[in-house]
């Protein structure tokens, strides 16, 4: 595969508010943006090289919609980062339905995606909900990935959480 670099491609996912386009405006930018409009749904595209291995990431950042757009996404994704706030128990019960969700499209697509969990905010420990066993168990049960992390603070974790992922694509595609 010389000439044309590997394209990655992410779908953030998750309830309002939880930090998905905190979380890709960091990864994109390396900044904490405290304010975005809720009802954004745009594609960020990053170059990056890594140990000079070049590639590209395409983040969509989306927000809750219906099932006509979701076909859309679903198709178009590599790899899922679904998004909770560790201090709102009612985004982790999001976070189970679209886990739960994108778990079934994949295996009646016959497609297999990494999927991330993440729980953002845990800057925010003293107004935690959810433990972070609990949010492990889940990931578990869909033989997901699991990280806790924050947006508002340093940029390296966020940027390990999509790296992992695109590493986690490669490894499915046989290109590591
Ligand atoms: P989205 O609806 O999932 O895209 O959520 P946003 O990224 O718009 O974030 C919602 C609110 O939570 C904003 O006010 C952000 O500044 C705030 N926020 C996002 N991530 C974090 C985080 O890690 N820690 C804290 N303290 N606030 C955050
Ligand atoms: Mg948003």
Redesign the pocket.
């Known amino acids: 595969m010389s000439g044309r670099k590997r394209e990655y491609n992410i779908v953030l996912l998750?309830?309002?508010?939880?930090?998905?386009?905190?979380?890709t405006v960091k990864y994109i930018t390396k900044r904490f943006i405290?304010?975005?409009d809720?009802y954004i749904e745009d594609v960020y595209t990053k170059h990056e090289d890594v140990d000079g291995q070049e590639f590209v990431v395409n983040v969509m950042?989306t927000?809750e919609k219906d099932d006509m757009n979701s076909q859309r996404y679903l198709r178009w994704a590599d790899a899922f980062m679904v998004?909770y706030s560790i201090t709102a128990r009612s985004s982790f019960d999001t976070a189970k339905e679209y886990i739960t969700k994108v778990s079934e499209y994949l295996k009646n697509a016959s497609k297999d995606c990494p999927i991330a969990l993440v729980g953002?905010?845990?800057?925010?420990e003293r107004y935690r909900q959810i433990s972070k066993a609990d949010g492990q168990t889940l990931a578990c049960e869909y033989d997901g990935l699991f990280y806790e992390?924050?947006?508002?603070e340093e940029y390296e974790y966020v940027e390990g959480i999509f790296h992992g992922l695109v590493h986690a694509i490669q490894l499915q595609r046989g290109e590591r």
Do not use: F, I, R
């Open positions: 998750g309830a309002l508010g939880v930090g998905k386009s905190a979380l405290m304010e975005y809720p950042d927000y998004v953002n905010k845990c800057d925010l992390c924050t947006a508002a």
